[in-house]
């Protein structure tokens, strides 16, 4: 099947720091990734659509201006989380669409911690 | 999308078939249904997908009923490494996919 990756898996910051998160389709191309968060025992929350050389649309409740997504190329999307502080500690998942198919089928990354001391 | 709706936890004996219900009352004509598990720390992983018609594959079969409200995975032979959480999403091509709430599965030795 079609391969996510994200990088990196697991990131400590510091208070204040910004914090990037990247996720890449591997063998395929994404004109449409997702980012969802995701807090222990909880399920996973939609934060924004990651459109390829637009701007991301995100979910109600979802600050644009603290999680900065990037969608540069069609291979390519990036969530810096600015500022980061304590209660932005969470899981990080990135999808890709696989285009072409038909059906919507999403491939997901391995995910990404974040700890914000 | 859709709202579904899954039972919160479900035990299964290993060797057994698990059985997971689904309920999408409100799911649109254009909408497929989707399964994904999550093992614990690590990524969705794509289980199976229908729209009208039941579908099998090497992981799993999806049963979807006629009027399509409502849908059951099986896992035909459940092992100690199908313990996840199961997910029931009622999407479509190039919009949004919603996560509920899942069914925790627990294969039992």
């Known amino acids: 099947g079609a391969v996510v990756s994200q990088h990196p898996s697991r990131v400590i910051c510091k208070s204040g720091t910004s914090v990037k998160i990247e996720c890449r389709s591997l063998?395929?191309?994404?004109?449409?990734m997702f980012w969802y968060r995701q807090f222990p025992k909880k399920s996973l929350m939609l934060m924004a659509t990651s459109n390829e050389g637009s701007k991301a649309t995100y979910e109600q409740g979802v600050e644009k201006d603290k999680f900065l997504i990037n969608h540069a190329s069609l291979t390519l999307s990036t969530l810096t989380v600015t500022s980061a502080h304590p209660e932005d500690s969470s899981f990080y998942i990135c999808s890709a669409e696989l285009a072409g198919v038909g059906t919507g089928e999403l491939f997901f990354g391995e995910g990404s911690r974040l700890t914000v001391l | 999308d859709a709202k579904t709706t899954q039972p919160p936890s479900m035990d299964c004996a290993e060797g057994r078939a698990a059985n997971l219900p689904c309920n999408h009352s409100t799911i649109s004509g254009n909408e497929y249904v989707y399964w994904y598990r999550q093992i614990h720390s690590q990524g969705p992983q794509y289980i199976i997908h229908?729209?009208?018609n039941n579908e099998t594959n090497e992981m799993a079969s999806l049963i979807i009923t006629e009027d399509r409200k409502s849908s059951t995975l099986i896992l035909p032979h459940a092992t100690l490494r199908d313990t996840a959480v199961y997910y029931c999403?009622?999407?479509?091509?190039?919009?949004?996919?919603?996560f509920g709430t899942g069914t925790s599965l627990t294969v039992i030795p």
């Open positions: 999403i009622a999407g479509n091509t190039g919009n949004q996919f919603y």
């Open positions: 229908g729209l009208k």
């Open positions: 063998d395929f191309q994404a004109t449409t």
